[in-house]
């Protein structure tokens, strides 16, 4: 007796007869009124790619074998039919799916849920971008190793789920905390993925309801001393005057920027997208509209009369065409970390990264990477490893906002505010509020105490416990 599953079986065969055809979607087979059974190609639209049921192209031979027991089982499945009774021989059920992997579900849960991607980021300008981030960052975690496997080949019901997630998180603080943006992002997509697998009873438990973590130090991220700070801000100030080296450069105002950063803890973004029209030099503000701020909420940033007399001199003031404050002709700079270095080359404390690129450059005059001889390879990768070494050990552009932490903390300990760990949540709650937080772990994270401030800690603690034993007396 023929069942479903040959049927299905007959369809795979006649399609592998045309896979050269690319426009061919799969077989439908069809029953006449007369129980006439035949078939025919399902095809994809090439203007619309849609899936379309085209007219019959392939019919099985009438004087077939395949045709009678085909036309004869049809004929008893309309008779079952019309008695109500159970049509095929196998329930369809046995037939599905019975268990996804991760990555099996994840896709289903796209096309089902496409909106759960982009919960905070959906109503906003940068809705299309946020969905290919938050995938993006799925993705990676997905493929990271756990075992023999990855991640995304693990069965949905596997219980140890969440050990393997620790497993990941373990590799992540054993390699400085690399990839912790990316599992920070990822993380809610995958709880909530597991909350709908419950509710739709592709699992009975859900083994992410309770799951925490928390983020690797990570040890690219430094507190830049104050002095060396001061040294730095000093070489911001030549970049911005264009002196020097610095003569014939182009963006000299951000020079003026990353004072400012470095003054107020604010990101690059923040600077960088800032309108003229948004600064307000009456009460000393400047607003930030959502799409311009990372939290994806309005923010309002008030500075003090040095920073305001550092935002007049930026040249876009007298650019009339120009709304960006250090933007040139309405354009953000979008070369960040180029510049940022090249400054930091000029206080000759952090080596020189110019030097390097330079010789980089001389290698790959007029030819590609792959037009190198061996031993110019051998150059040309070690003088790579080399930048990238450097670049890791100095500060970044981002370690003014972990300056900014440390030297608030550290002068709440000089005041005298932090005697206890509640002295010091209250505080990181006020930082965080400059440093737009809405939680503390993640201003902590940003606050990198030096063994000054853990000793004013210590000593700020005995304090107390000296005044508590002299009441008590």
Excluded at 392 to 406: K, L, N, P, S
Aim: proline share 3%; hydrophobic share 35%; charged share 30%.
């Amino acid at each position: 007796m023929i069942t479903l599953k040959d049927l299905k079986e007959l369809s795979e065969s006649k399609i592998k007869t045309r896979r050269s055809d690319g426009t061919i979607l799969g077989l439908v087979w069809r029953i006449s009124a007369t129980g006439q059974v035949s078939a025919a190609y399902r095809l994809r639209e090439a203007s619309m790619q849609k899936a379309v049921n085209k007219v019959f192209i392939s019919n099985m031979p009438l004087e077939s074998e395949t045709y009678k027991s085909v036309r004869k089982q049809a004929m008893s499945y309309m008779l079952k039919a019309a008695n109500g009774e159970q049509v095929f021989d196998e329930p369809a059920a046995q037939l599905q799916k019975q268990s996804y992997t991760i990555g099996e579900y994840f896709a289903v849960f796209l096309v089902d849920r496409p909106l759960e991607q982009n919960q905070k980021s959906r109503l906003t300008l940068n809705a299309p971008n946020t969905v290919r981030r938050d995938k993006g960052s799925m993705n990676w975690l997905l493929n990271q190793q756990v075992g023999r496997t990855t991640l995304r080949d693990v069965d949905l019901n596997d219980p140890k789920i969440a050990s393997y997630l620790d497993r990941i998180v373990r590799n992540m603080a054993e390699n400085g905390g690399r990839g912790k943006g990316q599992f920070e992002k990822a993380l809610p997509r995958l709880k909530t993925m597991f909350k709908i697998a419950v509710r739709n009873q592709e699992i009975g438990f859900d083994p992410l309801f309770d799951y925490v973590w928390s983020q690797p130090e990570s040890k690219v991220a430094k507190a830049i001393p104050p002095d060396e700070l001061g040294i730095i801000i000093a070489e911001c100030r030549k970049f911005s005057a264009g002196v020097g080296r610095y003569k014939a450069k182009k963006w000299t105002r951000l020079g003026i920027l990353f004072e400012i950063k470095a003054i107020m803890g604010t990101r690059n973004k923040e600077l960088n997208t800032l309108e003229k029209s948004q600064v307000c030099f009456n009460s000393n503000t400047f607003t930030l509209r959502a799409d311009q701020a990372k939290t994806r909420k309005e923010y309002r940033f008030a500075f003090t009369s040095e920073v305001a007399r550092l935002l007049k001199s930026s040249p876009a003031w007298d650019e009339p065409n120009n709304k960006l404050v250090f933007g040139i002709n309405s354009k953000p700079c979008d070369s960040f970390d180029k510049e940022w270095h090249f400054m930091l080359d000029g206080t000759s404390l952090f080596g020189d990264v110019e030097f390097l690129e330079k010789q980089k450059r001389r290698l790959l005059k007029k030819r590609t990477v792959n037009q190198l001889h061996p031993d110019e390879l051998i150059i040309f990768k070690n003088l790579s490893q080399e930048l990238s070494d450097l670049k890791t050990t100095r500060y970044r552009g981002h370690d003014t906002r972990h300056a900014f932490a440390t030297d608030q903390m550290r002068s709440a300990v000089q005041a005298g505010m932090v005697m206890s760990e509640r002295d010091q949540h209250e505080v990181l709650s006020q930082i965080g509020k400059g440093l737009q937080h809405s939680d503390t772990k993640t201003t902590a994270h940003y606050v990198r105490p030096d063994d000054e401030i853990k000793r004013k800690m210590v000593e700020n603690r005995q304090a107390a416990l000296q005044i508590a034993l002299s009441s008590a007396k």
